[in-house]
Structure formats: structure tokens, C-alpha cells
């Protein structure tokens, strides 16, 4: 969906995120969300904890992170915190940080092993994953040339982006297919071109990881603002 502004997307995806969270809430215990990181979604944080949503029985984790501290300014978990947790109010037992003060590969083991314990030893089964796009089509931290973007049964890894010269933890792409939904909420003109080749694009996931949330079977509603849509049909 395409929508006039970032902050209408930001609203509609927010809002969409909390209509799947209830209909999870009101078929179980518990719900599962897994968001991401970026600017983007500080806007639709905002919208969340405005949403009536029982955060007593969601459970909160995170698709990718860096590798810093929580309160390094860089931290895909101070930004939730700060815009979502603690204005929400979501218990402490519910939030599953991803432990990027950790050598990477052992926050990846920490990650995994939290998944896996939370599902009970099952594959990972998110009830919505929120995602972003960067304007070079990479999503989570699976940027272009990551080869762990053909991995369809690892939940999640370290990865070193050469680009950043810096390690992420992130899902990966099983986890993300796995999910019952998942969101895309991506916009700004610098996404445009992204967009094209993610949509319209020849298949090339390890060109375009972005590609796998529309190309596969992964069930991905998209929240476009138009400055991000304008070079897609
Ligand atoms: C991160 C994100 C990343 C993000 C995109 C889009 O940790 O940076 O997980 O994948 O979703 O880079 O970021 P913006 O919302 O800032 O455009």
C-alpha cells in the first residue's frame, strides 16, 4: 500500500501491527513481535503505544541489531526503549533484547537460544515481524552480497557489513518466512530506486535481499509512503 506521507505510513502500519497483535491476543496467551530498527520506525512506535494493545502478554523481540552496548546511541534497542517500552509500559520479562554488548557470535547464540526457548524448542513462528528496507534493498541486517540471505533454516547470526565495517545480529530469512505476517514499513525518496529493483527488478535476493519479502512466500504487507513509490508501477 502507498500512502500520501511517511507519517500516514508509519500510522497505517502501526495500526495494522496492533489489529493482528489483538486477533492473536484474543486466539491465546500470548503474541509475538519482532521489529526492527532504523528511523522509520520511530514514527510508527509512536502510533503503537497508542494502539489498546495488552502488552502484559505480548513478547517483544527484534529482527536485527547492532553490535553495541543498550545505551550506545547506535542501539536498535535504546530506540525502542525509548519510544516504545517504556511509554507502553511492556514488563521487562517481555522484552527480549538481542545482547549486542556481547562478542557477536555469542549474541547470536544468546539470540537463537532465546527464540528457541520462547517457542518451546520449535522453530521460530512470529505472529507479525516488522521490517524495513535501506535505500541499498538490504532488510534486517542482510545486506547485498550477505550470503546467509540464501539460509532458509538458521533463526538467526553474527554478520560483518563491510559497508558499515561493523558486525549486526539478525534473523534470518527462515525466521522471517516463518512468521505468520510480516510489514514492511520503508519510505523516502532514497528508497525509490531500491523499491524498483526489489519490485520490478530481475530475482537476484543476493543483489536485493529485500527481494525475499516480496518474491517468496513470505506473507509481507508493504507500508510505501509515495516519495519511496515513485518509480513503481
Ligand atoms: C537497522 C534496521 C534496518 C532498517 C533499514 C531501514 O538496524 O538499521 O533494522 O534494516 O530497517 O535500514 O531503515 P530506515 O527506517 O532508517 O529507513
Redo the contacts with the bound molecule.
Sequence with gaps: MIYPTVEIAATSCAEFIADVLKTRLDAGPTASLAI??????KLMFGTLTKCTLDWSRIHLFW????CVPPDDPQS?FRLANESLISVAGIPEANVHRIRGELPPVDAAAACAEDIRTFFGGDAPRFDVIH????ADS????LFPGEPLIEDRTGICAAVYVEKLKAY?ITLLPGALASARQVVV????AD?AEAMRAVWEGPLNVLKHPAQILVRESIQARWFVDEAAATLVA
Design positions: 526492527s530498527g532504523g528511523s522509520t520506525p529482527v536485527d541489531e547492532r536498535n521490517c524495513g528496507m535501506g538490504h532488510t534486517a541486517s549486526r514499513l520503508a519510505a523516502g528508497k
